[in-house]
């Protein structure tokens, strides 16, 4: 542990923690930038302004537990320990990616890292990681499932339904609300009624820690104490972490019903620059700092590069994957 200026920080587990959030900032970049020019069809939702959950959470999470994202999953993919080069395939649709080019960025997985999945719908990752704890605990696993959502999806009904399954059944599972506070381009305040994600999470008996989303250093500890929680067999916790999206809700959004100076203000209090704050004072070079972002923007350009030049699926691998249910004119009436 390195002592400077009074500050008490690991600077090897913060710096590491810090080039990943780089990774994730140029993973991004170099997406929106290759849908600009036509290689990703369908929407990206970038996560700019949020990688210390992603890089805060995962980080205390083993390669065997399970992960279940949103719609914004680039971040959480990545900090599980997905390989960024299938991952850009998979938006760009093509062979190599996590789920064979099918999936697209809303729906990126990838098993071997214990990622179950991103989820294109609002909340429907939340009773997906429920039953995956149940069937944890079932098997007697000391494994833990981490469910990612945003603050919109505590306004829907499998917030409430995975929530309440997790504490009658004492579930092994962690949910993390990533509250960047809007739903989409209506600003979540306005549209929650109460105490919000926390006050919910307490009313069915999960306790809840409220924290900086934007203080990686407090998304870590925090991420720690509920997991050794959860590991011990206390059941369900939840986290709410508030945060920003600097960007719009998708690539292509503009977010014009925000003033330009909150945006700006935002960018200033972001997780990366905040970090770099922080082990500055803690005695890193400002050539180390600088080094970090530089190897992050380099190796995403190459990915991006890579995955450009890589194959389309074969034309056969259409229907591999692919569940048969049969004609639904014979089975359905």
Not at 39 to 50: E, F, K, N, T, Y
Not at 96 to 124: E, P, Q, R, W, Y
Request: some cysteine; charged content about 20%.
């Amino acid at each position: 542990m390195a002592q400077d200026n009074g500050h008490n920080l690991d600077r090897d587990r913060f710096g590491a923690m810090l080039q990943l959030m780089h990774r994730i900032r140029a993973f991004e970049e170099a997406a929106i930038a290759a849908q600009k020019d036509g290689l990703v069809l369908g929407a990206i939702h970038p996560s700019i302004g949020q990688e210390a959950v992603a890089a805060g959470i995962c980080a205390n999470l083993d390669r065997n537990d399970l992960l279940l994202s949103t719609h914004r999953g680039h971040g959480h993919t990545l900090a599980k320990g997905a390989d960024p080069l299938a991952m850009m395939r998979e938006l760009f649709g093509r062979a190599g990616g996590t789920c064979g080019g099918k999936g697209g960025s809303m729906h990126i997985a990838d098993f071997g890292v214990g990622m179950l999945g991103a989820n294109g719908v609002v909340g429907a990752n939340i009773p997906i990681a429920t039953g995956a704890a149940h069937g944890l605990k079932l098997q007697g696993s000391d494994r833990i499932v981490t469910c990612i959502f945003g603050d919109g999806a505590i306004n829907r009904g499998p917030f409430l339904e995975g929530l309440n399954w997790a504490r009658v059944f004492d579930l092994p599972v962690l949910f993390v609300c990533e509250d960047n506070g809007f739903s989409a381009t209506t600003r979540t305040r306005e549209m929650t009624g109460g105490g919000g994600a926390g006050a919910r999470a307490e009313s069915l008996g999960i306790p809840a820690v409220a924290v900086d989303g934007n203080d990686l250093v407090a998304v870590d500890a925090a991420a720690r104490a509920a997991i050794a929680d959860i590991r011990t067999g206390k059941g369900p916790v939840l986290m709410h972490c508030r945060t920003y999206r600097i960007t719009g809700h998708t690539a292509v959004d503009p977010a014009t019903y925000r003033p330009a100076s909150e945006v700006a203000a935002q960018r200033e209090n972001c997780p990366i620059a905040r970090l770099e704050s922080a082990l500055r004072l803690a005695g890193m070079a400002d050539g180390d700092l600088a080094r970090a972002h530089g190897e992050a923007a380099r190796e995403m350009t190459d990915i991006a590069a890579q995955a450009r030049d890589t194959d389309w699926p074969a034309p056969e691998a259409a229907y591999t994957d692919v569940q048969d249910m049969g004609d639904p004119r014979e089975r359905a009436f």
